[in-house]
């Protein structure tokens, strides 16, 4: 009797603490100090940033209502966390002679990925590199000078890479829209 009132009690003690988020939600803060979870505040921070990066931290501290030494602590931590994967200046790409952009479909060799991906890394036109579905393997993004350029990429860069089995160019016309932003409705839980 003793034995089933106890494990009754108990299961009416989880339920509760179950059934009561708060407390739940503070047991998991205490545990998880270094949680990967956001609050609001350090999410309207990220906004902030994600639109004016070098915005300066006393804006910042205005603009959420906290002291400028909170924020540069919240912001610190965002970035030990890997919420903030680092700060980069966009460059115009017509001022460099850059404005030539193209997608390339690479088929592979797929047991060749990770040596044909390094040796792709190390070209400085190719801007990003994707592992994509599908019986192509690969999907670039290039930026250089003009379709010579393009063409000697192609033809004496790309396709010399071991395991690179076909390519497929599609050529940009002109850009609409070009962002890395992540659309931040609401906080990551």
């Known amino acids: 009797m003793f034995c089933s009132s106890f494990f009754l009690s108990v299961l009416i003690g989880i339920k509760t603490i179950l059934l009561d988020r708060s407390v739940v939600a ?3 803060k205490i545990k998880n100090k270094n949680s990967r979870m956001i609050d609001d505040t350090s999410y309207k921070i990220l906004k902030i940033l994600q639109d004016r990066a070098r ?4 804006e910042v501290s205005r603009q959420v209502g906290l002291a400028p030494s909170a924020i540069l602590e ?3 931590k965002l970035e030990k966390q890997g919420f903030i994967d680092g700060y980069e200046v966009r460059l115009n790409p017509q001022k460099f002679h850059h404005s030539r952009i193209a997608f390339i479909r690479m088929q ?10 390094t040796k792709l890394k190390d070209i400085a036109e190719i801007q990003e590199i994707h592992l994509v579905t599908g019986s192509d393997g690969l999907l670039l993004k290039i930026r250089c000078a003009d379709d010579a350029a393009l063409q000697q990429l192609l ?3 790309l396709k010399n890479i071991p395991g690179v089995l076909a390519t497929s160019t599609e050529t940009v016309l002109a850009t609409r829209k070009e962002t890395s932003r992540i659309p931040l409705l609401k906080p990551p839980q």
């Open 26 to 28: 503070e047991y998991f």
């Open 55 to 58: 915005i300066p931290n006393i």
């Open 74 to 76: 919240r912001i610190r």
């Open 108 to 117: 592979i060799d797929a047991t060749r990925e990770q040596e044909i991906t």
């Open 155 to 157: 033809f004496t860069v």
